[in-house]
């Protein structure tokens, strides 16, 4: 079942004068249950692509569509419920707040849409990514593959429909980061998530079900194994 489609979707930025398109005429539907890859080298629109998709950016021509709900019609406040409903976030540097605990980090997006059983939910969220017993430490005492996984419990703690991940093993080493892709194939599998990860790296793209390469702002190839 689809979940996510791009319609003629570009991204122009003006820039000192100059228009800098980032991406163009992409159009693409991405299903429920499903872990993709965004590949192509820096500076090809897989970060853009990710912010589109998320709704922290909008497209400059054509439109972005989860369920069928175009982004760009969204007021500020459909905006904000729709990013803390059904949109996850995993960044590369993990972005846990440093006084912290795990557990807390986990419960923070609940509390701040006024969740009362916000320290359950995120019990039972860091026990599904296999690290409850570490719920009382800081970012500090945690190695890089836990704070990753404390992350991906944060951002799956709404039970989102989409997940984005931008380069989320690209500080981790080898074996680690391994192990983070065959979570996050979890999360499509079991969780019946849309996990969309950009990624530099080919042997990252081939957990995946499906890859698309991006070159200079416009998809190059769909892949399906």
Not at 17 to 29: F, M, P, S
Not at 115 to 130: F, I, M, S
Not at 217 to 222: K, P, Q, T
Request: glycine content about 8%.
């Amino acid at each position: 079942m689809e979940y996510l489609r791009l319609e003629s979707a570009g991204k122009t930025y003006h820039s000192g004068g100059a228009d800098v398109v980032a991406l163009r005429d992409i159009t693409l539907t991405f299903n429920i249950s499903s872990f993709i890859a965004l590949v192509g080298r820096s500076g090809c629109g897989k970060s853009t692509l990710l912010n589109l998709c998320g709704a922290m950016d909008f497209p400059t021509q054509g439109r972005v569509l989860l369920g069928d709900v175009s982004t760009s019609g969204l007021d500020d406040s459909a905006l904000t419920l729709l990013r803390r409903t059904e949109i996850g976030f995993v960044f590369q540097f993990f972005q846990l707040l440093p006084t912290l605990t795990a557990a807390e980090n986990v419960q923070l997006p609940l509390l701040l849409a006024g969740c009362r059983d916000a320290r359950q939910r995120a019990r039972e969220v860091l026990n599904w990514v296999e690290i409850a017993d570490l719920d009382e430490r800081l970012p500090h005492q945690l190695s890089g593959g836990q704070m990753q996984r404390v992350a991906i419990a944060r951002a799956l703690v709404h039970s989102p429909k989409l997940l984005l991940a931008d380069e989320p093993i690209g500080n981790l080493d080898t074996e680690t980061g391994e192990i983070m892709l065959g979570l996050l194939k979890r999360v499509a599998v079991e969780r019946g998530a849309t996990v969309l990860m950009a990624t530099h790296s080919r042997e990252s793209a081939a957990y995946c079900d499906r890859v698309v390469r991006l070159k200079d702002g416009h998809v190059e190839a769909d892949e399906r194994p």
